[in-house]
C-alpha cells in the first residue's frame, strides 16, 4: 500500500474515533489512542508493520512540538502567582508517583518477567526506573473538560489545573535522569565516576544549553521580523525545533529536555510570546495530536500485552497510591485548606499526552531494545485505563469538595 494513502487513513481515522469519543465525554486523545489500537498491523492487518516501525520522523517531529509547547506553559511570573502550595504539590506528588512506581516494580517484576536474559542491571532496574519517570505527568485535558462542563470552580479545581500544568516538566526532567542512569546500567553493568555520574550530567546540563541558545536564537529572529504571519511563525518554529532536536542528538543530549527548555527560553523572553503558542494552539496542535497517538496505539505490541498486563494493573494502582500520598503532603506541608489535602489528587489520576511520547522514545535506543516494548504496551495500556477513569475520579472529586455548579 502506498505511504500516501496510509497516512491518509491515519489522520481520518484518528479523526473520526477522536471526534466519537469527544461525543461520548472521553478525552479526543483517549480516541485517538484506540484509533491507532484498530489500525494495529497486529489486529487488522491493514496497515504493513514495516511502516509502523518507519515512523520515528513524525514521531520525533510531533514529540518536539509538544515539549516545546510544555515548556511554554512553564512562565516564571505565572508559577510565582500560584503560590508555594501548588508547587509543594506538584514537586510531592509527582515525586511521590515516581517513586512509588519504582519501588513497586523493582519488589514485583522478578515475580513477572521471566526471560532467560532479564537481570537486575538489564532488565529489573532499567525497566523499573524508567516506568516510574513516565508515571510522573497529568494529563489535564480530561480534569479540564469536567471543570468547563461543570462551571467547576473552588480552591480544589485551581490547584489541580495548576499542578496539572507543572507537573509535566516535572516528568520530563524526571525522564532524562531516569534513561541517564537506565542506561549506565544496561550498557556497563556496573558503575564508575564517569559513567555514573558525568555522563548523565552532561546529557542533562548539555540539553539544558542547548534549548537556552536555540531559545534565544529563535527570539532574535522573531524580532527583527517586519511582518509577523502566522504561516511564517510556523515555518520558523519548526525549523528551530528540528534543528533543536537534531543537534541535540547529534550530540547525545537529552531531546527533549532540550526543546522544552527552548519553549521556557520563549515563553520567559519573547515580547511576542501569547502569539506563538496561540498560533500553535489553533494551528498545528490537532493535526500533530492525530498523527501521533494515532501512530502510539499502532505500536501496541498485543503479544507484549497480553503477558504482561498485570504490570498495567499494578502500574496504575502504584501511581494512584503516590499521587494521593504525594497530594496529601504536599498540601500538608503547605498549609494548604482541607479540601485540597482530601480531593485534589482525585484530578491529578488522569494520564497521557506526553508520556506516550516519552515511550515511544524509548523504541529509538537500541540499549533498549529487551525492555522497550514492555514500556510501551504498559504505558498505552495504563493511559487508556487512566483516561477513561481518571474523568469519572476528576468528577466525583470536585463533587465532593462542592465545586461542581452544573
Not at 496510509?6 to 484509533?35: N, Q
Not at 517484576?109 to 529489573?124: E, L, S
Not at 500520598?325 to 489520576?349: D, E
Not at 485505563?385 to 452544573?406: D, F, Q, R, S
Request: with cysteine; glycine share 8%; net charge neutral.
Amino acid at each position: 500500500m502506498q505511504s500516501i494513502l496510509i497516512v491518509g487513513i491515519i489522520i481520518f481515522t484518528g479523526f473520526v474515533v477522536g471526534e466519537i469519543a469527544a461525543k461520548i465525554k472521553l478525552p479526543r486523545v483517549t480516541g485517538y489512542i484506540l484509533a491507532g489500537i484498530l489500525l494495529n498491523p497486529g489486529l487488522l492487518h491493514l496497515i504493513p508493520q514495516d511502516f509502523v516501525d518507519h515512523t520515528s520522523l513524525v514521531t520525533n517531529i510531533s514529540l518536539a512540538f509538544i515539549t516545546f509547547s510544555v515548556g511554554g506553559t512553564l512562565l516564571f511570573s505565572h508559577i510565582k502567582k500560584l503560590g508555594k502550595g501548588i508547587l509543594y504539590i506538584t514537586i510531592c506528588e509527582a515525586e511521590f508517583a515516581f517513586m512509588a512506581i519504582v519501588i513497586g516494580f523493582l519488589v514485583t517484576t522478578p515475580f513477572f518477567i521471566h526471560r532467560v536474559d532479564a537481570t537486575w542491571f538489564t532488565v529489573f532496574i532499567p525497566l523499573s526506573l524508567i516506568i516510574g519517570s513516565l508515571g510522573s505527568p497529568t494529563d489535564p485535558a480530561a480534569t479540564l473538560a469536567v471543570a468547563h462542563e461543570y462551571r467547576a470552580k473552588g480552591d480544589v479545581s485551581s490547584t489541580i489545573m495548576g499542578v496539572a500544568a507543572l507537573d509535566d516538566a516535572t516528568g520530563i526532567i524526571n525522564y532524562s535522569l531516569a534513561i541517564a542512569i537506565a542506561e549506565v546500567f544496561i550498557l556497563h553493568q556496573g558503575f564508575n565516576l564517569h559513567s555514573s555520574l558525568l555522563n548523565p550530567l552532561v546529557v542533562i546540563v548539555g540539553a539544558i544549553i542547548l534549548g537556552i541558545a536555540f531559545g534565544f536564537m529563535f527570539n532574535l529572529i522573531t524580532s527583527l521580523m517586519k511582518k509577523e504571519t502566522e504561516a511564517g511563525f510556523i515555518v520558523l518554529i519548526l525549523a528551530f525545533l528540528a534543528l533543536c532536536f537534531g543537534l541535540a542528538t547529534l550530540l547525545g543530549f537529552n531531546e527533549l529536555l532540550a526543546t522544552m527548555t527552548m519553549g521556557i527560553t520563549v515563553v520567559n523572553y519573547n515580547s511576542k510570546r501569547d502569539k506563538i503558542f496561540r498560533i500553535l494552539e489553533r494551528s498545528t496542535e490537532q493535526l500533530i495530536f492525530v498523527l501521533f497517538f494515532t501512530l502510539s496505539g499502532m505500536h501496541l505490541n498485543f503479544s507484549v500485552l497480553s503477558t504482561y498486563y498485570i504490570l498495567v494493573l499494578l502500574f496504575v494502582l502504584f501511581r494512584t497510591v503516590g499521587k494521593v500520598s504525594g497530594t496529601m503532603v504536599g498540601a500538608s506541608i503547605s498549609k494548604s485548606s482541607p479540601m485540597v489535602k482530601k480531593y485534589a489528587a482525585g484530578g491529578l489520576i488522569p494520564q497521557g499526552g506526553i508520556v506516550v511520547g516519552l515511550a515511544l522514545m524509548i523504541k529509538q535506543n537500541h540499549a533498549f531494545d529487551s525492555i522497550s516494548d514492555t514500556i510501551i504496551s504498559v504505558v498505552v495500556g495504563a493511559t487508556i485505563v487512566h483516561e477513561i477513569v481518571g474523568p469519572v475520579l476528576a468528577k466525583l472529586a470536585l463533587k465532593k469538595a462542592g465545586e461542581l455548579h452544573n
